[in-house]
C-alpha cells in the first residue's frame, strides 16, 4: 500500500504536500474510496480517499495502525560533501538503511564547494530524496537533515553515546565491531570526504571524545563507508 508523510492532521483530515496530491492523481490515478497510508508524528494510519467534485481529494483517517520500522539505536551521520549524484545514493541508502540524523560537512579537502546563497535549494531536494526514500522503507520518520557545518568545533554538539570517526590510518585493532559489542542507545558516526581527512582534522575530533575505527583491509569510498556502517549496525542491533 501506498505511504505519504502528512504534513498536518485537521478535523480527522490528512493534509498532504502538493506533491504527493499530484503522485496520487495524476501518477498513481488512486480514485474514491481507495486506501493509502499517512505517517504523522511517527505513527502509522489507515487513510481512505475522498473524492470531492470536480477533482478535490480529502485523506480521511480510518485507523491507526500499529507499525514499527525504526531501529532501537539513535544513528547520527556526519558526512563530508561529495560529488551530487553520489550524495543523493547516499541519502537515500542511508535513510533506507535507518539513520535519524544527517549533518552534511564540509571538510578541508571536500571537493565540492557549497555557495550560501544556494544551500537554501540544496536541502530543500536533500530533504525530498531522504523523505521519498522513508515512505519506500515504511520509516515512520524522515531523518533530520542539519544545514552544511564547517567548523570542527560545532561537532562537539553532535556527540552520543558511542562517538566513532573512520580513518584509514586508525589501528588494526580499532574495530567497529568492539563498539557494536557495547550497550549503547546513540551512536554518531564521522565519515571523511572523497579526499579524506587532514591530520589536523583527526587530530581535532580524537581530542574531542571521537574514537577513530578501522572498517577493515580495504579502503572503502565516501559513498560506500556509511552505508556499510549502518548495515553492520543494523545486523548487530536490529537481527
Not at 488512486?30 to 511517527?42: G, H, K, M, P, V
Not at 572523497?194 to 591530520?199: D, L, Q, S, V, Y
Request: with cysteine; hydrophobic share 40%.
Amino acid at each position: 500500500m501506498h505511504r505519504f508523510f502528512a504534513t498536518t492532521l485537521e478535523h480527522n483530515y490528512f493534509i498532504l504536500t502538493a506533491d504527493d496530491i499530484k503522485q496520487i492523481k495524476q501518477v498513481l490515478r488512486l480514485r474514491d474510496n481507495e486506501q493509502i497510508i499517512c505517517i504523522y508524528q511517527a505513527e502509522h494510519y489507515l487513510t481512505t480517499i475522498e473524492v470531492v467534485p470536480p477533482q478535490k481529494y480529502l485523506f480521511k483517517l480510518t485507523k491507526k495502525l500499529e507499525q514499527n520500522h525504526e531501529s532501537p539505536i539513535k544513528i547520527r551521520l556526519i558526512a563530508g560533501l561529495i560529488r551530487n549524484t553520489k550524495w543523493d545514493y547516499l541519502l537515500q541508502k542511508a535513510t533506507e538503511l535507518g539513520v535519524n540524523e544527517i549533518v552534511p560537512f564540509q571538510f578541508k579537502r571536500c571537493v565540492v564547494q557549497l555557495k550560501g546563497e544556494n544551500n537554501t535549494k540544496k536541502l530543500e531536494r536533500w530533504t525530498k530524496i531522504c523523505k521519498e526514500a522513508s515512505e519506500q522503507a515504511y520509516r515512520n520518520q524522515i531523518p533530520v537533515l542539519r544545514d552544511v557545518e564547517s567548523d570542527l568545533r560545532v561537532l562537539s554538539k553532535y556527540q552520543s553515546d558511542v562517538n566513532l570517526v573512520c580513518y584509514e590510518k586508525a589501528a588494526q585493532n580499532s574495530q567497529l565491531k568492539d563498539f557494536l559489542h557495547q550497550d549503547f542507545t546513540t551512536m554518531t558516526i564521522v565519515i571523511g570526504p572523497e579526499g579524506g581527512f587532514t591530520e589536523e582534522e583527526i587530530a581535532v575530533l580524537t581530542t574531542n571524545g571521537y574514537k577513530t575505527i578501522s572498517l577493515g583491509q580495504r579502503i572503502l569510498r565516501a559513498e560506500t563507508a556509511p552505508l556499510a556502517i549502518l548495515a553492520m549496525v543494523m545486523y548487530e542491533k536490529e537481527l
